[in-house]
């Protein structure tokens, strides 16, 4: 009974269900490999088509048809077309970008520019020079307490005077 249960160097088995063969499933027990007889190997012709419709269609496989080179180059022509235009609108995403910030630079230089100059004219003009020539020399005088009326306006910034105001 121990004989029946003990492994053979060179015993095979198979697993599974399906088409296995016993080369695939060859184990091998000890410490040695099996020698391959390499001599039947060269020996072998290596197989061939059994069939002549499968070489047929091999070498109909292997050549091109005029009708798919034509496809072929079409496509390869309307990808470069595809491929140009994406490039021309990224150069022209770049220019516009390029633009508006030379456009922005320069509105930040004209605001800087305009700010200066209005810092410069409201340090120039003298409100007391002018107060005093309006008192003195033109004869202005501050408004009384009754000069002054005040009108209620209806959604403008200012009020139009379309007739004399009734005293």
């Known amino acids: 009974m121990a004989a029946r249960n003990q492994k053979r160097p060179y015993e095979s088995r198979r697993t599974g269900t399906g088409n296995n063969t016993t080369r695939n499933?060859?184990?091998?027990y000890g410490n040695t490999a099996r020698q391959l007889d390499v001599r039947t190997a060269i020996r072998e012709k290596p197989?061939?088509?059994?069939?002549?419709?499968?070489?047929?269609?091999?070498?109909?496989?292997?050549r091109m048809n005029p009708a798919y080179v034509l496809f072929l180059a079409f496509a390869l022509v309307v990808s470069g077309g595809i491929l140009i235009s994406y490039i021309h609108l990224q150069s022209d995403i770049t220019n516009s970008i390029n633009h508006i910030a030379a456009l922005e630079s320069e509105l930040n230089d004209l605001r800087l520019s305009n700010d200066e100059e209005y810092s410069r004219i409201e340090s120039s003009v003298d409100l007391?020079?002018?107060k005093r020539i309006a008192i003195e020399e033109l004869g202005m005088t501050y408004a009384a307490?009754?000069?002054?009326?005040?009108y209620a306006s209806e959604g403008s910034d200012y009020v139009r005077q379309i007739a004399d105001i009734p005293e």
């Open 25 to 28: 499933n060859i184990y091998i």
């Open 47 to 62: 197989k061939r088509a059994k069939n002549n419709a499968i070489r047929r269609n091999r070498e109909k496989a292997m």
């Open 128 to 130: 007391e020079e002018i």
């Open 145 to 150: 307490e009754g000069q002054v009326v005040e």
